[in-house]
């Protein structure tokens, strides 16, 4: 099956960074060429004129099947915020876990992303709802102290259970979470670390979100979150570390010496207000690889990444005083080839070149907010006056799960109707 | 004219703040009733069942012309940003004015917004666009001193002449600008205050955006610049003061006695890294008018209001380090009834009541962004998880000036085709 995409621009996300004017052709998952005319017959024709093409969007922190409890939690303070949280996420079913799932990933296809890194518990009954709707799911399964968790089981045995069922769907891949210093203990840590070793799989965790987090591990331990994780033997490549916005320079070096990566949550960490504004600076001064995660619904409470790239220029320029920082280069890069890179497929996704898979997003050329649009300004478009407005047709691993605004692959209206009755019984409480 | 939306939620905006679910009905130019079902018959049948209804937002501060400008000046110094800026302003042409605002005029209008306040010169040229893309502009001509304006003539004179052209014309209003002290003399604030007095229009005015203005301003007259604008007596019930981001709690106090309005643009100062941050709860104590403007497409680099009251909030909560302020209902307050109230209008816009303007957004409640959607929940979604991409209908007096996604005013493609010639000679010098 062919598919060619005719006289785009093509924002190819290539390692020189190209903005051509032509096709795309792909051939069943992978994209086949990129630029000039081709003369090939083709399957499917997108036309696309004019239309912006560029990688899909890739979202490095979340909780997809939070996505049915927008709106429960907004403009309190944060231990209330905490409180009402777990008490709702304790009480949850498969099915409400399924329908906040797709509408979770419904919204992510209508802003971009194509691929998606959760961490929650359940990540069965998600994986079995992000298959239905087409997307990347990198799926990492919440380990914490047996002790401290609502799971039934041990967590790291339902992790390595939910690897063992998960590891060869398409489109899927299982990875492995660990909550938080706050509830894993040096074992729980070891564990999660030596399957994700021994699995070649992401270990994604929460770091460094609020103060309050790195004092109270200090009380307890004498070091701060990032220097005991360091210690315990955490960080390493396949690592990525949300939000991380209370680190010192020594921790940021370590983590760069690592060469993990952290995923940045800019709105999250300000509609919470919780402080800390994590170094983005010197995360690239010092190798730490950044990405961009919206956080869930709870907090953001937005999926849409096409916005949170902007949010972090914005929240970076202003906090540094320097509007150099945080380029609209830089931040497109964050979404898509560093992202790529943490969840270790740098290889096959985050650019539009000849053998990767084709994970693509077609923005409307014909919008205003886009609009003068020419190769000089075109990245600093698609970062700063883009949105998910802008966003067409949707192309993950070669199958078109968005196209013309309408999605293809889940019935949407149907999920939605739903949803009002399970946020009533949710959070109404 | 009758035109009936039906069964659509009802986001009043009236002063109980009310959400109700039901028809709105529209007479003309004006609402006629709001909630129930309509039984009476209408020329023109808006099916809205599950959308929501909001009053048009209001966009208190921007150049809309500049939207023809966009991308030019990222991630750049503040001098360098301003030097390329006033550059191409001052050699910008009818043609393209023309071509820029009706730009910015289709994307507010896709992004929700009816009503724009504008700063800028030829107010003549950006009406007439304006007229034709059917928004309402509250158009303030840039009044400074002779020798600081490259503008033929004297700029008060200028803004007289317009404001004698077209003070009669549909959905325009014109009034009187102040580009700011730095080159605004005595004289020239008084004499726009008069004229500002003489005719009731509004004053807007560039206040205290960043330190250095601040700075220079106490370094030349001793005083900072909104002490200096109060006792020249140029504050008033129909001043907006734009930016107000570097102010003492006794110039808010001063801007609180004297019944005026400020416009808040947070994305800009945040882009340019400013470093001031509009001090909102102590405008909220002190009984200043809060609005919010995306400034214009140069510092922003959007004119999207639907963005910029979730960014507001973002920035007050982190900057302030307390999730509980700017609320969404304040957030979407700031956006219609007190923007109302800024441009006099508060009798005949800014909520959905009998007898006021209809000037109405319909929001796609089909969206997955926006769902699950209730009552408890709709002003939570709307600011913090909506975007432009919700905007489906919009109607202007009485106007559907945008009806499913589609521009009825205005040939938005044959105006695009011609913005890149325009940025390509107005930018690449």
New interface residues.
């Given amino acids: 099956m062919i598919t060619a995409i005719r006289d785009a621009w093509v924002i190819t996300q290539d390692p020189q960074r190209r903005i051509l004017r032509g096709d795309v052709v792909i051939d069943g998952e992978r994209i086949v060429s990129v630029g000039g005319e081709y003369k090939g017959s083709a399957d499917k024709e997108i036309k696309a004129s004019g239309d912006v093409v560029m990688p899909g969007l890739i979202n490095t922190h979340t909780h997809v099947a939070m996505?049915?409890m927008?709106?429960?939690v907004?403009?309190?303070?944060?231990p209330e915020?905490l409180d009402k949280v777990f008490k709702i996420d304790s009480d949850r079913t498969d099915k409400d876990l399924d329908i906040g799932t797709k509408?979770?990933c419904?919204?992510m296809m209508?802003?971009g992303t194509t691929t998606f890194v959760d961490l929650y518990y359940s990540e069965d009954v998600i994986a079995k709802a992000a298959m239905e709707a087409g997307i990347r799911g990198v799926l990492c399964w919440c380990v914490l102290d047996e002790e401290m968790t609502t799971q039934k089981g041990n967590p790291l045995q339902n992790c390595k259970r939910f690897y063992d069922s998960f590891k060869e769907k398409r489109k899927i891949m299982p990875g492995v979470g660990l909550q938080g210093v706050y509830v894993c203990g040096e074992e729980t840590c070891r564990g999660a670390k030596e399957f994700s070793d021994e699995k070649k799989i992401p270990l994604t965790f929460h770091l460094s979100e609020t103060r309050g987090e790195v004092n109270e591990h200090r009380k307890k331990t004498g070091k701060r979150p990032a220097e005991w994780l360091n210690d315990v033997g955490i960080f390493g490549e396949r690592s990525i570390a949300a939000h991380s916005a209370w680190l010192t320079l020594n921790e940021v070096r370590a983590m760069g010496r690592a060469g993990m990566s952290i995923s940045t949550c800019p709105?999250s960490?300000?509609?919470?207000?919780t402080?800390g504004v994590a170094p983005i600076p010197e995360f690239i001064e010092y190798g730490v690889n950044t990405t961009i995660g919206t956080d869930g619904?709870t907090t953001?409470?937005?999926?849409?990444m096409m916005?949170e790239m902007k949010?972090l220029?914005?929240?970076q320029?202003?906090s540094?005083?320097?509007?150099?920082v945080a380029?609209?280069q830089e931040l497109l890069d964050f979404a898509t080839v560093n992202a790529a890179k943490a969840i270790g497929m740098q290889s096959s996704l985050g650019s539009i070149e000849a053998g990767k898979y084709a994970d693509i997003v077609i923005l409307n050329g014909?919008?205003?907010?886009?609009?003068?649009?020419?190769p000089?300004?075109?990245i600093?478009?698609i970062v700063?006056?883009g949105?998910?407005?802008n966003?067409k047709t949707v192309i993950c691993q070669g199958d078109i799960v968005m196209e013309d605004g309408r999605i293809n692959t889940i019935d949407?209206?149907e999920?939605?109707s739903r949803?009002?009755e399970?946020?009533?019984s949710l959070?109404?409480r």
């Fill in positions: 996505s049915v927008k709106g429960v907004d403009d309190i303070p944060f915020f509408i979770g419904a919204e209508r802003s709105t960490n300000m509609k919470l207000a402080g619904s953001n409470n937005s999926l849409d916005a949010t220029g914005l929240l320029k202003s540094r005083w320097d509007p150099t380029k609209a014909g919008s205003p907010n886009i609009r003068p649009l020419l000089e300004n075109m600093s478009n700063y006056s949105s998910s407005s966003v949407e209206a999920i939605l949803s009002e399970m946020w009533r959070c109404l």
